[in-house]
């Protein structure tokens, strides 16, 4: 059954019922914002250091709205890296976004351009995570994404502007070492996805790699990890399906 088939457009739902998936969306991705609140912090101050001025660094996280991508092109900045090399890093870390458009794409064709231009920009890590269980309990609704979504853009970029603010009194926030929240956050992210044997191997196998390529200081090593892992997880999935059909 195509998960999308109950779908209704937002206009089928009462102004109460919108409401309340709006205000339900907001509520549930809250824990996801706090995770990020260090993460945050960090974009902006690091905006600032990297010699952007204050509007220039607060525009970066409202027209940008990429955590990782931020702190990676502000890191690029300050050690002087040449704008291709930075366009090429940012394309590849921020590449999982086509697999995300890919898997709701037959939720945003059935929408009107009006709601799948706000659902686009505002389709990140943690948005994408609230809604896959939301298409397997075909509870999924464009006012749920637009609550939950507007709301973590909000809260980015006001823990954006406290960096910012934060960069004049407290220099340096760098060394308080507020980027663990990136790898707390995807942990979030990540672990409560883990539901099969393929899934876990996929996980394990990126992990194991990213680790080794990182220490041989292997350009793009995150990237080719994820690409690895989703390749020996599918294989996984494939092995063990067989491995089913052949003892039936």
């Known amino acids: 059954m195509n998960n999308f088939e109950h779908l209704q457009p937002p206009s089928a739902l009462s102004l109460r019922g919108q409401r309340a998936q709006f205000f339900k ?61 930075i366009i090429i890093t940012i394309f590849f870390l921020t590449s999982q976004h086509f697999i995300y458009g890919l ?66 009194s407290v220099p340096d926030l760098a060394k308080y070492h507020l980027d663990f929240s990136i790898i707390a956050t995807f942990i979030t992210i990540v672990v409560p996805m883990i539901k099969s044997l393929s899934t876990l191997a996929g996980v394990l196998c990126s992990l194991l790699l990213s680790a080794v390529l990182s220490l041989a200081q292997v350009e793009g090593a995150i990237v080719i990890a994820g690409i690895v892992g989703m390749m020996f997880a599918v294989a996984v999935a494939h092995l063990t399906r067989k491995s089913g059909e052949t003892t039936t």
Request: glycine share 8%; with cysteine.
């Open 25 to 85: 969306g907001a509520i549930d991705i809250i824990p996801l914002c706090l995770a990020v609140l260090p993460w945050g912090i960090l974009a902006g101050s690091m905006a600032i250091q990297s010699g952007l001025d204050v509007w220039q660094s607060l525009g970066m996280s409202a027209i940008i709205f990429a955590g990782a991508a931020q702190l990676v092109t502000l890191s690029m900045l300050i050690s002087g890296a040449n704008v291709f090399s």
């Open 103 to 168: 898997t709701l794409r037959e939720f945003v064709t059935q929408l009107k351009l009006k709601y799948r231009l706000p659902i686009g920009f505002l389709l990140t890590d943690e948005l994408f995570a609230l809604s896959v269980p939301k298409v397997r309990e075909q509870a999924l609704t464009v006012s749920y994404l637009i609550g939950a979504g507007l709301t973590f853009y909000l809260f980015w970029v006001i823990v954006s502007a406290l960096g910012i603010w934060l960069a004049a």
